[in-house]
């Protein structure tokens, strides 16, 4: 089991260009969320997904957006990208919301720049 | 919604010290409650957990914490610091769909 994966680990944007960040797990959750983690703030949801093609907001969507085709992938879309979206970005998986007392599986991060 | 509440943003600690991590949350009921660990350049790990029945709950590498419902509070023990406990600390509530963090606490490990 390889759990979350995420690519790239490092990533330079300047303004205005766009990406998409990758995340796949392999645990067959129903769950997927994105997260992004900034100095002394913790992490704030970015966008969530119950299922193959079920997603919505987080408490921190704006210039953001996800998709989810696959159990496996929830990639993580920047359009014209920002100085004020240089963060960490984590995904994260697991069996059940985060309620029903099941724990949420991270990834290793990416770590984003733009300038 | 619940949240939690971590005072310190920053704790020294000495090698083979104790070392205790405090959590405050707020909910009337009794919360569900995390503790993730972020080692350097990692992503974040789960230490242990609470849902209901003994206050005391036991983690990875030699954590514990323990739930006092008069304090609202959660803390993280460890006995005696290793120099790899050199991380950052997540407190984490559930609402509903996802997890509210507190905005953690930075250990480091003099030797």
């Known amino acids: 089991n390889a759990g979350v994966t995420q690519t790239p680990k490092f990533r330079i944007l300047k303004i205005g260009q766009s990406m998409t960040l990758q995340c796949t797990q392999d645990m067959n959750h129903n769950y997927m969320y994105w997260y992004r983690q900034d100095p002394g703030m913790g992490l704030k949801l970015i966008y969530y997904s119950v299922g193959a093609g079920i997603t919505d907001k987080g408490e921190v969507p704006n210039g953001y957006n996800v998709s989810r085709s696959t159990t496996e992938d929830f990639p993580l879309r920047l359009e014209l990208a920002a100085p004020s979206q240089t963060s960490v970005y984590f995904c994260?998986?697991?069996?059940?919301?985060?309620?029903?007392?099941?724990?949420?599986?991270f990834g290793p991060g990416t770590r984003l720049t733009v300038t | 919604a619940q949240s939690v509440t971590q005072p310190d943003i920053h704790i020294t600690v000495s090698e083979g010290a104790s070392l205790e991590l405090r959590c405050n949350y707020s909910?009337?009921?009794?919360?569900?409650l995390f503790w993730y660990v972020q080692s350097p350049g990692q992503g974040l790990q789960l230490l242990l957990k609470y849902f209901s029945g003994d206050t005391l709950v036991q983690g990875i590498k030699g954590f514990e914490a323990e739930f006092k419902r008069s304090q609202s509070s959660f803390n993280l023990r460890k006995p005696s610091v290793h120099w790899s406990d050199a991380a950052e600390y997540f407190c984490a509530v559930p609402n509903d769909y996802k997890l509210s963090f507190g905005a953690g606490t930075t250990v480091t490990v003099r030797a």
């Open positions: 909910y009337g009921a009794t919360p569900y």
């Open positions: 994260a998986s697991s069996y059940s919301k985060a309620s029903g007392r099941h724990e949420q599986y």
